[in-house]
Structure formats: structure tokens, C-alpha cells
T-cell receptor, first 113, second 111 residues
Framework: DTAVSQTPKYLVTQMGNDKSIKCEQN?????MYWYKQDSKKFLKIMFS???????INETVPNRFSPKSPDKAHLNLHINSLELGDSAVYFC????????????FGPGTRLTVL | LAKTTQPISMDSYEGQEVNITCSHN???????ITWYQQFPSQGPRFIIQ???TKVTNEVASLFIPADRKSSTLSLPRVSLSDTAVYYC????????????FGAGTRLFVKA
């Protein structure tokens, strides 16, 4: 029944490791997003995918790479993790893009040690 | 890109009406205004969206003046469970994909 799901919910890892966060939506939406929310609670968009095409890349380091095997999935892969990558990462989806209502996942809390 | 400015925090008491104003001076013609609510340890949740004038749903009202350079989210008779962060979001709704969340307003509702 979950509209937007993310795995894992918690991720603890060492600096320099590579990790992935998975996201799936069962709403039939065309656009999916990744957001980063830091310790100060600022919510910043990282990527937006529409029909498997990257639409937005908000100056995110190239260590972060979104991968979309199909319209229902948008995974986030992070290489060479750094301490500053520690944050909560939210996946979201919307019917189209822009101002369309976005449905958010529960978030993945990433802690880099 | 239209950026938004909101108060960092607000306090209220149960049963009061709360109005949170968001400034978006550079709003574009095609931009809609959307508000989200976020509880701790959860993802944001859509509250209301509007283009101009006034929009009302079962949760809130959204007031947008004619120049659309600001908007006000109105929460009637708040309860303790309305304690959350409220984000103002401005973005295109006609095919564009650039949306920016503001810093959010932390609303504390006291008994």
C-alpha cells in the first residue's frame, strides 16, 4: 500500500565507502526526485527524473549518481562517502513536475563515520 | 528561479488561527505556490496549492494577493498535532521541473 518507499531506513557506513539507497513508487507518476535534508533541516533538491531522463542536477557533487531502471524506481548511488554526506535523504514522486503535488518517502538517515 | 522567504519559527496556542507568510518576489508567470507540512522523522506532506486569490480545503486556506509576490497559509484553530515545519514552495506546473523549497517555518503549538 505504500505509495513511495525507500530502503534502507537507516544506513551507517565509513568514510570512503560506496552505498546505494533505493526508491520505488507505485503511483504511476512520471517524475521522481531526490532531496537531501541536513542537520539544520534545510530541504534541498538533488535530482529530478522524468521518464528516465535527468531533468535537474542542482550542482550536486558527481559522487552522487541517480539511476532509474524504470519509471517506478529512482535509486541514489553515492561514491566515496564523506562526513558531510550525513543527512536524511528523501525520495519523492509527482504526476508531472514543477508545482505538482509531490509524494515523499519516509526518508533514509545516512550516517557517515 | 523564484526563491522563498519565510519566518524561521512561530509560536501559537491551541485553538488559535495561525497565519504563515511566504515571500516570493521573483515568482514567474507559470509558477504555482504550494505548501507542505513536515513532522519529525517523516517526509513532507502536501497541504495546499494555489495560483492566485484564495484557495481553501479541509486543512487550510491559502491567500495570494494580486501581485503574487507573497502568500499566506492560514491554519484555523490549530491543535498540538499541528506542531511541524511548514514549507512554502514555488514552481512551474506546466512542464517545468524547477522547484525550490524554502527554509521552512517551525510552528510550535502550545497547550
Amino acid at each position: 500500500d505504500t505509495a513511495v518507499s525507500q530502503t534502507p531506513k537507516y544506513l551507517v557506513t565509513q568514510m570512503g565507502n560506496d552505498k546505494s539507497i533505493k526508491c520505488e513508487q507505485n503511483l504511476g507518476h512520471d517524475t521522481m526526485y531526490w532531496y537531501k535534508q541536513d542537520s539544520k533541516k534545510f530541504l534541498k533538491i538533488m535530482f529530478s527524473y522524468n521518464n528516465k531522463e535527468l531533468i535537474i542536477n542542482e550542482t550536486v557533487p558527481n559522487r552522487f549518481s541517480p539511476k532509474s531502471p524504470d519509471k517506478a524506481h529512482l535509486n541514489l548511488h553515492i561514491n566515496s562517502l564523506e562526513l558531510g554526506d550525513s543527512a536524511v535523504y528523501f525520495c519523492a514522486s509527482s504526476l508531472m513536475g514543477g508545482g505538482d503535488e509531490q509524494f515523499f518517502g519516509p526518508g533514509t538517515r545516512l550516517t557517515v563515520l | 528561479l523564484a526563491k522563498t522567504t519565510q519566518p524561521i519559527s512561530m509560536d501559537s496556542y491551541e485553538g488559535q488561527e495561525v497565519n504563515i507568510t511566504c515571500s516570493h518576489n521573483n515568482i514567474a508567470t507559470n509558477d504555482y505556490i504550494t505548501w507542505y507540512q513536515q513532522f519529525p522523522s517523516q517526509g513532507p506532506r502536501f497541504i495546499i496549492q494555489g495560483y492566485k486569490t484564495k484557495v481553501t480545503n479541509e486543512v487550510a486556506s491559502l491567500f495570494i494577493p494580486a501581485d503574487r509576490k507573497s502568500s499566506t497559509l492560514s491554519l484555523p484553530r490549530v491543535s498540538l498535532s499541528d506542531t511541524a515545519v511548514y514549507y512554502c514552495l514555488v514552481g512551474e506546473n506546466t512542464g517545468g521541473f524547477k522547484t525550490i523549497f524554502g527554509a521552512g517555518t517551525r510552528l510550535f503549538v502550545k497547550a
